[in-house]
T-cell receptor, first 112, second 115 residues
Framework: GENVEQHPSTLSVQEGDSAVIKCTYSDSASNYFPWYKQELGKGPQLIIDIRSNVGEKKDQRIAVTLNKTAKHFSLHITETQPEDSAVYFCAAVTSGTYKYIFGTGTRLKVLA | DTAVSQTPKYLVTQMGNDKSIKCEQNLGHDTMYWYKQDSKKFLKIMFSYNNKELIINETVPNRFSPKSPDKAHLNLHINSLELGDSAVYFC??????????????FGPGTRLTVL
């Protein structure tokens, strides 16, 4: 079945440094790729998304890149801050399959 | 106002009991979902309803029965609870059919602990 691999599972960075999280999906028909941030004790919240007709999208300190040929997409956080510490999930979605396939999550720690 | 709300936030119960979790969304969305997040944080879809009709039913024991009284509510009833049911359950909603890949908005979760 479809799956999404996400790496790394944990990531520690110093405040102000950049963080990169990578996901690889298996279904070449996937066409929507959201990223969610889950803070402790809360539900996942959408932070950025990208559709398959776009290669890159940026929103302030957060950017997502998509390589359809290689079937992978990445989340980039620049100038990290302690409040960026959370678990981040990627997902791949294919129209018509009805399902979000989530990655296994990355626990990001930003050290002050 | 909370867009997707769930009650209760915590639920501790004994094996064999029956319990329900409620979910409500005030976003005017047509589709609602239930997800299970295990201890390793893995998120897996369980059910989805569109306008009160079941459209996704993953391989979930039939002890789990979702009910949608209207499109703003999707409740989850669990019979004969087992230890392996312990997890965090998330409700989510999206504007249209999942086929449209609309963004899903998640509730705060319900932590279920079965003793």
């Amino acid at each position: 079945g479809e799956n999404v691999e996400q790496h790394p599972s944990t990531l520690s960075v110093q405040e102000g440094d950049s963080a990169v999280i990578k996901c690889t999906y298996s279904d070449s028909a996937s066409n929507y790729f959201p990223w969610y941030k889950q803070e402790l004790g809360k539900g996942p919240q959408l932070i950025i998304d990208i559709r398959s007709n776009v290669g890159e999208k940026k929103d302030q300190r957060i950017a997502v890149t998509l390589n359809k040929t290689a079937k992978h997409f990445s989340l980039h956080i620049t100038e990290t801050q302690p409040e960026d510490s959370a678990v981040y999930f990627c997902a791949a979605v294919t129209s018509g399959t009805y399902k979000y396939i989530f990655g296994t999550g990355t626990r990001l720690k930003v050290l002050a | 106002d909370t867009a997707v709300s769930q009650t209760p936030k915590y639920l501790v119960t004994q094996m064999g009991n029956d319990k329900s979790i409620k979910c409500e969304q005030n976003l005017g969305h047509d589709t609602m979902y239930w997800y299970k997040q295990d201890s390793k944080k893995f998120l897996k879809i369980m059910f989805s309803y569109n306008n009160k009709e079941l459209i996704i039913n993953e391989t979930v024991p039939n002890r789990f029965s979702p009910k949608s009284p209207d499109k703003a509510h999707l409740n989850l009833h669990i019979n004969s609870l087992e230890l392996g049911d312990s997890a965090v359950y998330f409700c989510a909603s999206s504007q249209g059919l999942p086929i449209s890949t609309d963004t899903q908005y998640f509730g705060p979760g319900t932590r279920l602990t079965v003793l």
